[in-house]
């Protein structure tokens, strides 16, 4: 645990963080299943990261990457709004045309 004169160390919890914020660039604001945490093979091993490795990484992945904009619209999901539209008008056709 720091004290109040030692700097605030990163943490590959803090780099999974930024990378399920979308701050990397990598992909988009949401969390991802994960079946093992960053750096727990490292540790397992019994080759912890570095603290100033960790650092590092999270500064090499957010180098020049602005916050992400919220995602307030469909998206991708549009397709599949027209999909079951379609598959919807489909069913009707055939029930009127089989009534």
Request: negative net charge; without cysteine; hydrophobic residues 40%.
């Amino acid at each position: 645990m720091p004290t109040a004169t030692e700097p605030k160390r990163s943490t590959a919890d803090q780099l999974r963080h930024d990378i399920d914020r979308g701050r990397t660039g990598d992909k988009v604001s949401w969390p991802d299943p994960a079946s093992v945490p960053l750096g727990t093979d490292e540790e397992a091993a019994g080759t912890p990261l570095a603290p100033g490795d960790v650092a590092a990484a999270r500064r090499a992945e957010r180098r020049g990457l602005h916050p992400p904009q919220p995602d307030t619209g469909l998206g991708h999901a549009w397709i599949l709004v027209g999909f079951i539209l379609a598959l919807f008008a489909g069913m009707l056709a055939w029930f009127i045309a089989t009534a």
